[in-house]
């Protein structure tokens, strides 16, 4: 595999201008589906394992407050005498209240229990869609750390604006830049950088573990 990838980048590194250009762009497309299929990935994976939040039940509670405490001033309101019959409607807001809420609660509880299996169905085709697509492109003939469709936009930004002409001199422009983001920290830019970085990183992890 190494051996292939060398070679590949051989080609690369050799390949004139006007070649060079379309296959940045074209390897540059792929890891933004790549990109994109990893976003979708973490997605699934989170929707199958996602619960109903516990903040569900204080806010049901909260709901349930000011029907309740209207039926329990109702039951203070009362004299002492008060007939059995006298009683029931402030008992029946109060029971009625909790039904409602555990009603609700069941709803939430059994349409996340299906969410849950739905993600669950889909997220190994989803997976397996991914690592298929990775058989048809190029992207294993770049370097580790140059991964991502941010770094390759930017070389490819190079090559059009004619500040470099090869692949190592693609490489060079993009090592002086992202060493100038990680030295202006609080820049738009290296803010842009930190979040593509982060989506590269992922996607790189799990072009690894298929590359296993």
């Not at 379309?22 to 790549?34: C, G, H, V, W």
């Not at 569900?56 to 019959?85: E, H, K, N, W, Y």
């Not at 509880?109 to 993600?119: C, G, H, I, L």
């Amino acid at each position: 595999m190494e051996d292939v990838m060398m070679t590949g980048l051989t080609s690369i590194t050799n390949a004139e201008q006007a070649s060079l250009l379309p296959s940045l762009q074209k390897t540059a497309n792929e890891m933004r589906r790549l990109e994109a299929y990893v976003d979708m990935i973490d997605e699934y994976r989170t929707k199958a394992t996602e619960k109903v939040s516990g903040c569900i039940a204080p806010i049901l509670g909260a709901l349930a407050i000011i029907p309740g405490t209207a039926a329990v001033s109702s039951l203070q309101r009362l004299d002492a005498d008060a007939t059995f019959v006298e009683l029931i409607p402030g008992f029946a807001g109060i029971i009625i209240t909790g039904i409602v809420c555990l009603v609700i609660w069941g709803i939430l509880a059994t349409r996340n229990k299906k969410q849950r299996e739905e993600y669950s169905a889909k997220l190994p085709a989803l997976e397996k869609e991914a690592t298929a697509y990775l058989l048809n492109t190029q992207i294993n003939i770049i370097p580790k750390d140059y991964r991502s469709s941010f770094a390759l936009d930017y070389m490819a930004k190079c090559l059009v604006n004619g500040k470099a002409d090869t692949w190592r001199e693609c490489v060079e422009l993009w090592e002086q830049q992202l060493h100038r983001w990680t030295v202006e920290i609080n820049t738009a830019e290296a803010a842009e950088h930190s979040a593509e970085a982060a989506k590269a990183a992922k996607a790189a992890a799990f072009f690894s573990a298929w590359r296993k």
